[in-house]
């Protein structure tokens, strides 16, 4: 696996700084990542010479980090199976995940997960790190970190502005009003550990959501998670007595279509380390388009 190296040449303005609070100024990195930095050979290098955080640097000075996970390693089996790629470059991987494909394995799920494929594609010697969850049954876009420094910087963008996820999902009847937001809090049921209840001593959970088609006694909405719990939108639009078409969870099974129907359709990103914006679209399915 190739080292990936961020590179800072010091400007005035940072002349005399220890090299610890230029990481955490200018890189963002949270202090147990720098601590993990300090263990490599070429974890943190002045000039192209290894350095303690507490040297300062001057003006002119090259700074150089390699940002690459110290033992990296997927413990998923590498399995054969073709990655749809949206977008990827040396820091991130954006793919398209089916619906019916779990995202981690376990002993339960023997079928083939994003972790066996990205083993597959990359060697056991890859980095894997989800930036955020998207249920077996769920497709659409995921978005994976290729080290813990930016997967760090993901996570703490999550629910702003520079990290926005939007889906697309099929319910019964329909919402109203046809457009707005659901503030319902949401805990674990304490009897089905899997399943999340409405609870008023949940933890907080909105989602907003547009109507965007009705037809048939269902409706294709738009939701946008405010927050980010476990099965949020599948439970809210329950709540309000929608539940989504085919989910046996939330709602009842459908001879239409064999999983909830739900997709991951847009991610708004600001790219922790580059800067680019990112806006990559995933067109709804076709289980789910030909519900209408």
Not at 3 to 15: G, V
Not at 90 to 105: F, S
Not at 160 to 188: N, W
Request: glycine share 6%; hydrophobic share 35%.
């Amino acid at each position: 696996m190739d080292n990936r190296i961020l590179e800072l040449k010091i400007p005035e303005d940072m002349n005399g700084l220890p090299v610890r609070r230029v990481l955490k100024q200018q890189f963002h990195f949270a202090s147990s990542l720098i601590s993990r930095l300090k263990t490599k050979p070429d974890g943190i290098c002045l000039n192209g010479e290894k350095v303690y955080t507490n040297a300062l640097v001057k003006t002119g000075d090259l700074l150089t980090v390699n940002i690459t996970d110290l033992d990296p390693f997927n413990p998923a089996e590498p399995r054969e199976f073709s990655l749809d790629i949206r977008y990827e470059d040396a820091d991130l991987l954006i793919i398209h995940k089916p619906a019916g494909m779990a995202v981690h394995g376990s002993d339960r799920l023997p079928s083939i997960t994003v972790a066996n494929a990205c083993s597959w594609r990359y060697g056991q010697d890859c980095s894997f790190h989800p930036a955020h969850r998207l249920d077996k049954g769920t497709s659409g876009l995921l978005v994976i970190a290729k080290s813990a420094y930016v997967h760090d910087r993901l996570r703490s963008r999550m629910h702003t502005a520079d990290f926005e996820r939007s889906y697309l999902a099929v319910i019964e009847g329909v919402m109203d009003p046809p457009c707005g937001t659901i503030c319902k809090p949401v805990s674990r049921d304490p009897v089905e550990g899997i399943r999340r209840v409405i609870d008023p001593e949940g933890l907080a959970s909105e989602t907003r959501y547009e109507t965007l088609q009705e037809s048939n006694g269902r409706s294709l909405v738009s939701a946008f998670p405010v927050t980010g719990r476990t099965h949020q939108i599948r439970i809210h639009f329950s709540s309000c007595g929608h539940p989504l078409i085919g989910d046996p969870v939330y709602g009842t099974v459908s001879e239409m279509i064999r999983r909830p129907a739900l997709h991951s359709h847009r991610i708004h990103l600001v790219h922790p380390v580059t800067g680019e914006v990112l806006d990559l679209v995933d067109p709804l399915p076709e289980d789910m388009s030909r519900l209408f």
